[in-house]
């Protein structure tokens, strides 16, 4: 190997070994959670993912009967009045 190369390899192993001593700190520091702990958080997000998106299709549905009552309610006075015009 040439002198650059060389160098370049041996900087960068260092700052890998740097990298690795920062992601062990970052780990230790934010105390992640283990492998079980993230499946419950993750499931329990389903649930109120799921939740919210049943609560949203409820509401949906009840804005679709409320804006179709208004219009047979509008479609009635409608014909009414054109029953008495045609009298």
Do not use: W
Not at 16 to 32: C, D, G, R, Y
Not at 39 to 58: P, V
Not at 60 to 82: F, L, N, P, W, Y
């Amino acid at each position: 190997m040439d002198y650059l190369t060389n160098y370049y390899k041996n900087l960068c192993e260092q700052l890998q070994e740097k990298l690795n001593i920062l992601e062990a700190q970052v780990k230790s520091a934010a105390n992640l959670p283990s492998q079980e702990g993230m499946k419950k958080s993750n499931e329990e997000m389903s649930k109120f993912q799921k939740n919210r998106e049943s609560k949203e299709r409820e509401a949906r549905i009840k804005q679709t009967s409320k804006d179709k009552s208004v219009g047979d309610k509008a479609e009635k006075e409608h014909m009414m009045k054109q029953e008495k015009s045609n009298k």
